[in-house]
């Protein structure tokens, strides 16, 4: 009996192992696969991301791996606009996967930098996400994000948990019509406090040097381009941002202010407030022996 007890222990024991150790194995595992796009496939496309259309009869896509352009590791994804056609790059994932919960709140981003894109259409450039449900329904969001010029900026959308049952969950950006390029690197998603009923986008963007506005309106794919920005993205401060065209640069702005206060200082670094002050306090005291030159003649009588 007591042998008996033993065995069962053991097993009990050794089951609650086997059951301990899986879920951190899964809690270690990105939800996205190759979320940092530097996996491969042999034809040279990126790994578990797909861009449409994928048959030419749908249209033509304009899909490479750029090695002058990422935010983190070895490439991004570059996909250049055309005024032919939609192009769209996702990932998806069905419910026999068994990857990650379906039914409950996600926030997915990903990061991003354009290069003179321009729509010609209203479909501009959105950050999505695509659920299918049980009942045959699809209950997708979208939101448009900024287009233009700018630096590698982290673009994100939270979405709270369907009321159905969910069989597919895929990601996505849907790039529309137009001009320009778009990079794309370092897919997120992760699961979310479910407190809105909303969807919410934010947007967070990477501090970079000047040098870089100048530079970024140039179309072309190589380092050149981006100057001596691209060591600071690899470990980006990040400013939250509500909206605008850009950054402001407060360090600057805080020096003009010092420079304002301190006197007026030329463009090589003179500063004329000493000078000045030295004028004034030969004249002041010019002015005051004139004055007692003035009082002592009145006294003897000269004046």
């Given at each position: 009996m007591m042998k008996m007890a033993k065995i069962s222990l053991a097993l009990l024991l050794s089951m609650t192992m086997m059951f301990s150790l899986a879920p951190a194995a899964t809690a270690a595992e990105s939800?996205?696969?190759?979320?940092?796009?530097?996996?491969?496939?042999?034809?040279?496309?990126?790994?578990?991301?797909?861009?449409?259309?994928?048959?030419?009869?749908?249209?033509?896509?304009?899909?490479?791996?750029?090695?002058?352009?990422?935010?983190?590791?070895?490439?991004?994804?570059?996909?250049?606009?055309?005024?032919?056609?939609n192009q769209a790059v996702y990932q998806y994932h069905l419910l026999a996967d068994q990857r990650f919960p379906f039914n409950k709140a996600y926030t997915f981003s990903f990061w991003v930098?354009?290069?003179?894109?321009?729509?010609?259409?209203?479909?501009?450039?959105?950050?999505?996400?695509?659920?299918?449900?049980?009942?045959?329904?699809?209950?997708?969001?979208?939101?448009?994000i900024e287009v233009g010029t700018y630096g590698w900026t982290k673009v994100s959308l939270t979405v709270s948990k369907a009321m159905v049952s969910i069989v597919q969950y895929d990601v996505?950006?849907?790039?529309?019509?137009?001009?320009?390029?778009?990079?794309?690197?370092?897919?997120?998603?992760?699961?979310?406090?479910?407190?809105?009923?909303?969807?919410?986008?934010?947007?967070?963007?990477?501090?970079?040097?000047?040098?870089?506005?100048?530079?970024?309106?140039?179309?072309?794919?190589?380092?050149?381009?981006?100057?001596d920005t691209t060591n600071d993205t690899q470990n980006p401060t990040e400013t939250m941002l509500t909206g605008g065209e850009g950054t402001t640069d407060a360090t600057t702005t805080t020096t003009t202010k010092a420079n304002e206060i301190a006197g007026n200082t030329d463009e090589d670094g003179f500063n004329a407030l000493p000078l000045v002050i030295a004028v004034a306090i030969i004249i002041a005291?010019?002015?005051?022996?004139?004055?007692?030159?003035?009082?002592?003649?009145?006294?003897n009588g000269t004046v």
């Open positions: 939800i996205l696969k190759n979320p940092s796009l530097e996996d491969l496939n042999d034809d040279g496309t990126t790994t578990h991301w797909d861009v449409w259309p994928g048959n030419p009869s749908e249209g033509e896509k304009f899909a490479s791996v750029s090695t002058t352009e990422k935010h983190s590791g070895k490439q991004s994804l570059l996909i250049e606009l055309t005024p032919k056609n930098k354009m290069q003179n894109v321009v729509p010609s259409d209203n479909d501009g450039v959105r950050i999505g996400i695509n659920r299918k449900g049980a009942d045959g329904n699809s209950y997708d969001v979208r939101e448009h996505i950006v849907d790039i529309g019509r137009g001009t320009g390029k778009v990079y794309l690197d370092d897919f997120e998603l992760v699961e979310a406090k479910d407190t809105t009923t909303a969807p919410v986008i934010t947007t967070t963007r990477s501090t970079t040097k000047a040098s870089e506005k100048t530079t970024q309106s140039v179309s072309s794919d190589t380092k050149a381009v981006t100057g005291g010019g002015a005051v022996a004139v004055a007692v030159l003035i009082i002592r003649k009145k006294r």
